[in-house]
């Protein structure tokens, strides 16, 4: 069975400041990917980035950063220089070579204060 | 590309009512997935295809729920009688392939009164 936990309900962050959003998966297949999703107020699920179990690099798109520790089984969310508009609840997901199927986390909810 | 296309957005029904979500998936997407979400109980996914058949409907609710995917461009969502319980977000989601990124629909809002 897979698992993602999601620790933080709420977070806030100033301004071009930079936030970390936490996520710990557990599966015991050694072939897996885990995803972050954004979801804005309207409802829309907007997929941000990805890293696979075997990458060697951590997983960066733009302001987006992924910090993966396979040891600690931890994957958490990097924004750089949040803005306003990143202002949403952020879902961590997994899927697993066994599994097969995208497993979410309870989200985390982000505000951007001024 | 579109992106994959839910309809209706909003559908509000009397208990008891059949409802019927419809679900395009993005051209060339093999696997495809259908997910409820709610206050209380996040998102959850209650089944999924790959290349149209069904892999897993274990999180299908209960026997008033099916799903069918007649061919690679179509899903539907079925639930008969409706019950008030059954009020979320329904989310459909379409990948590539079983380990790459899934994009979601905008999602219909169900309400049963």
């Known amino acids: 069975a897979q698992k993602i936990t999601q620790t933080q309900p709420g977070m806030f962050v100033q301004e071009k400041e930079a936030v970390t959003l936490d996520c710990t998966y557990d599966?015991?297949?050694?072939?897996?990917?885990l995803f972050w999703y954004k979801q804005p107020s309207s409802g829309e699920m907007i997929f941000l980035i990805y890293?696979?179990?075997?990458?060697?690099q951590n997983a960066t798109e733009g302001r987006y950063s992924l910090n993966f520790q396979k040891a600690r089984k931890s994957a958490n969310l990097v924004i750089s220089a949040s803005q306003l508009g990143d202002s949403a609840m952020y879902f961590c997901?997994?899927?697993?070579?066994?599994?097969?199927?995208?497993?979410f986390g309870s989200g985390t909810q982000l505000t951007v204060l001024p | 590309d579109a992106g994959v296309i839910q309809s209706p957005r909003h559908e509000v029904t009397e208990m008891g009512q059949e409802v019927t979500l419809r679900c395009k998936p993005i051209?060339?997407?093999?696997?495809l997935f259908w997910y409820r979400q709610t206050m209380m109980r996040g998102l959850e996914l209650l089944i999924y295809?790959?290349?149209?058949?069904?892999?897993?409907d274990s999180g299908m609710p209960e026997d008033r729920f099916s799903a069918k995917m007649p061919n690679a461009s179509f899903s539907t969502l079925k639930i008969q009688p409706s019950e008030p319980r059954d009020s979320a977000v329904y989310f459909c989601?379409?990948?590539?392939?079983?380990?790459?990124?899934?994009?979601f629909g905008q999602g219909t809002r169900l309400t049963v009164v």
């Open positions: 051209s060339g997407h093999n696997s």
């Open positions: 295809f790959n290349n149209n058949v069904p892999i897993d």
């Open positions: 890293q696979g179990s075997y990458d060697q």
């Open positions: 989601a379409s990948s590539l392939a079983m380990t790459s990124e899934a994009f």
């Open positions: 599966t015991s297949d050694p072939s897996y990917g």
């Open positions: 997901a997994m899927i697993s070579g066994s599994a097969r199927q995208l497993t």
